[in-house]
């Protein structure tokens, strides 16, 4: 059971890092990346927890850290200052250790007895497997961009391997050092950017205007298209918002944070079905300024009011206006593109999801009832418009 609560409490840890590393980290690929394995971590740990009380356990443990020396590791992580130090932290060392430890696992314990650890270990290394390869390229891409300090990466790394050790590695079955290893960059709270980043070297700036893409004709329904596909490819800032509410709203019910991650890495599946339509088409769009409203004009409100302004002033008013409906349908309809209508479909799918999210969580985030809550959406959307608003109007007076 102690050895489960050791991998549960990581796949928890990673995912909190991941949320809150996202809006500062700049490479688009790592963006993905760390949504996608935030919500596999999620899923694991789901799996974990429903295991760990089966082995005579009482469930109070879920919530409790197995280890100071895993917990300080993991404090350390999060100070991780640019995306290389982040992808070595992440991929370099600590996803590679429990990949390891899984598979030592599952090969050494009675096989019968134990089937259901197995099954649930099986698809966590399933996924540590294909986490692992994806950022072995990640790593080399970065290492390739040669924009990095090695010298201080290096240090980092072997902050965060000291951390492992002295835990006696995930498992805690190694070797324990007498020599604890002592806060470095964690002396200091990690704070998350008030403005989220797009690397300068590859992508456009940021900016709260919507910019679309250049069109290969005057046609308006080409026009109308191309935005739908900017609109969704520029989600991303969706996932930061939902990110930093994960990341900086502590005690809740662990079903809040399972939750947030499938809401996270929906919005970073609706960024790469922009993302795929756009490219698909031949449109170019990275070196295009990038939408980041979602999460900049949001940053500084309360957890509550960044959730309830998206899940229930944004999402749950789409469903009540059917504007995903129509979006699908002018796609299947007007525009006759059968990849973009098929993405909006699932698109329209995840927000009726998402709307759910916001009804269940915003009211005990905000502390009130939801016909309260409601009333909060429409003043957080009148102060998101109005900013919005500003700034395009902005953009098109110097696009004239």
């Not at 688009?28 to 009380?53: F, N, T």
Request: glycine share 6%.
């Amino acid at each position: 059971m102690q050895i489960l609560q050791r991998y549960r409490y990581l796949h928890e840890a990673l995912a909190r890092t991941a949320a809150g590393q996202l809006p500062a980290r700049g490479d688009w690929d790592l963006k993905l990346g760390l949504c996608r394995h935030l919500y596999e971590d999620a899923e694991a740990a789901e799996s974990l927890r429903k295991r760990i009380p089966q082995m005579r356990t009482s469930a109070a443990v879920l919530n409790k850290e197995p280890d100071p020396c895993l917990t300080l590791l993991m404090d350390e992580l999060i100070h991780a200052r640019n995306d290389y130090e982040l992808a070595v932290g992440i991929y370099g060392i600590i996803r590679p250790a429990m990949l390891a430890a899984y598979r030592n696992h599952m090969a050494r314990t009675q096989q019968i007895v134990d089937q259901p650890t197995i099954r649930v270990l099986r698809q966590a290394a399933y996924d540590l497997e294909e986490q692992v390869r994806w950022g072995e390229e990640l790593l080399e891409a970065l290492r390739s961009a040669g924009a990095y300090d090695e010298a201080a990466t290096a240090s980092f790394a072997a902050k965060l391997q000291a951390c492992l050790d002295a835990a006696g590695g995930v498992d805690g079955q190694g070797e324990r050092s007498k020599d604890i290893p002592v806060r470095d960059r964690s002396r200091e709270p990690y704070r998350l950017p008030h403005r989220s980043v797009r690397d300068p070297r590859s992508m456009g700036p940021t900016t709260l205007a919507r910019t679309g893409s250049p069109l290969k004709s005057g046609d308006p329904v080409e026009r109308e298209l191309v935005m739908k596909m900017r609109v969704r490819q520029e989600e991303m800032t969706a996932c930061e918002l939902i990110a930093a509410v994960y990341y900086s709203q502590r005690n809740m019910p662990w079903a809040f944070y399972y939750d947030l991650a499938r809401h996270i890495w929906d919005e970073a599946r609706h960024a790469m079905f922009g993302q795929a339509a756009l490219e698909a088409d031949g449109y170019e769009w990275k070196s295009r300024p990038q939408y980041t409203s979602d999460y900049d004009v949001n940053a500084p409100k309360l957890p509550g009011a960044q959730y309830t302004w998206l899940s229930i002033g944004i999402e749950e008013g789409a469903m009540i206006s059917n504007g995903k409906k129509k979006e699908y349908e002018w796609c299947r309809d007007v525009a006759k593109h059968p990849l973009m209508a098929q993405f909006q479909d699932y698109d329209w799918a995840d927000e009726v999801v998402h709307a759910n999210f916001g009804r269940r969580w915003s009211p005990e985030l905000m502390g009130e009832e939801l016909p309260f809550v409601r009333e909060v959406a429409k003043r957080e959307l009148n102060h998101f418009w109005g900013e919005v608003g500003a700034a395009q109007q902005q953009w098109e007076a110097e696009a004239k």
